[in-house]
């Protein structure tokens, strides 16, 4: 008999003659259908979950330049070796980014030195 034709004459069963054969494959194999209960204080602990990787590439987004856009093209030239005209398009368009995947000391001494000149900078 294969596992169809098993499941095929389980189908064609009622609730009760379900129940009874239940039964006797309990006891047949002695073994028992319900699940077994476990205290609370018995639960299994929790798997550690595993330590997240720390981001080791950063990206540094000009939000917007505030109100003193040239000193904000200024930092930006000093930032990324920008020329004058390809800077001011850079600061133009923003939001942008202005440096990818730099460390994260590196990002951070760009933002600060954006947000010193009133830019609005944010670090992905």
Sequence with gaps: MTKEEIIAAIEEM?????????KELEEKFGVSAAA??????????????????????WDVELKDFGAKKIQVIKAVRTITDLGLREAKELVEGVPVIVLTGVSKQAAEEAKEKLEAEGAAVELK
């Design 14 to 22: 009622t609730v009760l003659e379900l129940s009874d054969l239940v």
């Design 36 to 57: 077994p209960m476990m205290a609370v204080g018995m639960m299994p602990a929790a798997a550690p979950a595993e330590a997240v990787e720390e981001k080791t590439e």
